[in-house]
């Protein structure tokens, strides 16, 4: 039986970032379902160009090769985690640029967050859901938002996401929501496919 697949993106690519944390964190509560497929992502992987082309990818495909690898590489998801910091109450630029090389690849499909940093990243989580519908994506409602408390714990108490309960509560209530969707999308872009299939 196909399990979906899901990309969890890492979004900021600095160094000494903080994202790999709650990228792993949030990976290892996924993976133990039996549902899904999960796979990591990261930005830093695909040093996308700043968006330069002359037209945007919902009419045609970008012509930089880094560009098209990166599209062929989301393409293969049928949802994704977007695990973002907050940078100035929005997202890093790295991910904005690398949203704005793909669109048809993002179509039709679900996306949940894990926000970290002031207010756990809400304002940044709030500009991404409006990117992603703008990208005729299907943002999910609950999300996971880690405040200055467990980000400081973690950095300076040598502490674990993992130890907070609050935050594995709402990475099980994203995760579950996400796994609704996914399912209920992936059949109506089959659907779909099959509905064009047959009108030929």
């Known amino acids: 039986m196909y399990r979906p697949v899901i990309g969890i993106i890492i979004s900021t690519t600095r160094e000494g970032r903080f994202g790999d944390k709650p990228a792993r964190w949030i990976f290892d509560i996924a993976s133990e379902r039996s549902d899904l497929v999960f796979e990591m992502v990261d930005l830093r992987d695909c040093p996308l160009p700043l ?3 002359t037209t945007g990818p919902s009419h045609e495909p970008p012509e930089n090769e880094m560009a098209l690898r990166w599209g062929e590489k989301i393409a293969g998801f049928d949802e994704y985690i ?15 640029n690398a949203l704005d090389h793909a669109y048809p690849e993002f ?6 967050f894990v926000g ?3 207010v756990g990243g809400a304002r940044a989580v709030e500009q991404l859901r409006l990117i992603c519908i703008e990208l005729q994506m299907a943002p999910t409602r609950t999300a996971v938002h880690i405040g200055m ?19 594995n509560e709402s990475a099980g209530a994203t995760l579950d929501e ?9 059949a109506g872009r089959e659907a779909a496919v099959e509905s064009v299939g047959a009108e030929r």
């Open 178 to 186: 996400l796994a609704w969707w996914t399912h209920a999308l992936k």
């Open 51 to 53: 968006f330069e082309e």
């Open 82 to 96: 977007f695990v973002t910091a907050e940078y100035n109450h929005s997202i890093p630029g790295a991910l904005k």
């Open 149 to 167: 408390e467990p980000v400081l714990g973690v950095r300076r108490e040598g502490k674990n996401l993992s130890d907070y309960d609050l935050l």
């Open 116 to 118: 970290y940093g002031g």
């Open 107 to 112: 179509n039709r499909k679900p996306a949940a």
